[in-house]
């Protein structure tokens, strides 16, 4: 019989070893505990993070392979910027950052419900206050048509969700984070769990021994971002013309 770890109430910063995760389901490593910004911290600075729906317990997953993206190679494609050209956009950080989770929280075609359930969101929305969690806005004039966010600790940065009202959307957004961060020195993007449209878009799966190495190393290490509510606003050109 397989026992799954229970987090313990008193040790919001004690996790399992993630190597003593699941098979199956791929990465289900403990349950329980709370999503305090403690807690967060904690298990992204391990590779672990939360993932779980409406009505479920707490559950934190740590898969094997990772998906992640480096951002030395994550920029916008010939395809991209012909569908941009001429476009009046402009992006923005941590400008909108509860509106991008609710639009990612949104509901998809094809999907029964959201993991961004309200607990997950109140817990960002903390994260974000405190300077822990990020997005990157793209805009139309006032519209908002795509972005998205996530937790940044070190120099690495755990992407969490994106989103599209617009073709190309959360693609630039996604490049624009891309450029950030290698500006920063964040060499990459945990994507967490691969699907076929984030390989599309660059992503690789490595071992996941392999990525705790790494991403261990990385949060541990100072980083050179100089405040991200300080970043002003670029116009789509200018983003295109650096990347």
């Given at each position: ?5 229970l987090?313990?109430?008193d ?10 995760a699941l098979?199956d ?9 709370d ?9 992204y600075?391990r590779?672990?993070?939360p993932?779980f ?26 395809s991209l ?17 509860r509106?991008?989770?609710e ?5 998809r ?9 309200p ?11 405190l300077g ?9 004039g006032?519209r908002?048509?795509?972005g ?14 994106m ?6 959307g959360s ?7 891309a ?5 920063w020195g ?12 984030l390989?599309?878009?660059?992503a ?10 790494e991403a261990?190393?990385?949060a541990?290490?100072s980083?050179?971002?100089a ?9 789509l ?7």
């Amino acid at each position: 019989m397989i026992r799954l770890a229970l987090l313990d109430d008193d040790a919001p910063e004690r996790f399992p070893d993630p190597e003593q995760a699941l098979d199956d389901p791929n990465g289900l490593l403990a349950f329980g505990g709370d999503l305090s910004p403690r807690r967060l911290l904690a298990a992204y600075r391990r590779g672990i993070f939360p993932w779980f729906g409406e009505h479920e317990p707490l559950l934190w997953w740590s898969p094997d392979p990772r998906c992640v993206f480096r951002t030395d190679r994550l920029r916008p494609n010939r395809s991209l910027r012909r569908r941009l050209a001429g476009k009046p956009w402009s992006i923005t950080v941590d400008r909108a950052f509860r509106a991008v989770v609710e639009a990612c929280a949104a509901p998809r075609p094809g999907q029964a419900g959201t993991w961004i359930v309200p607990s997950m969101l109140e817990a960002y929305a903390a994260l974000h206050e405190l300077g822990h969690a990020h997005s990157v806005e793209v805009w139309d004039g006032t519209r908002l048509v795509g972005g998205i966010y996530g937790v940044a600790v070190g120099r690495l940065f755990c992407g969490e969700s994106m989103f599209s009202h617009e073709s190309g959307g959360s693609k630039l957004a996604l490049c624009a984070l891309a450029a950030l961060l290698r500006r920063w020195g964040f060499p990459l993007i945990d994507a967490q769990v691969s699907n076929p449209h984030l390989l599309m878009l660059g992503a690789e799966e490595v071992p996941r021994r392999a990525f705790l190495d790494e991403a261990v190393r990385l949060a541990a290490a100072s980083s050179d971002a100089a405040g991200w509510r300080g970043v002003p606003a670029m116009a789509l050109a200018d983003l295109l013309r650096e990347t």
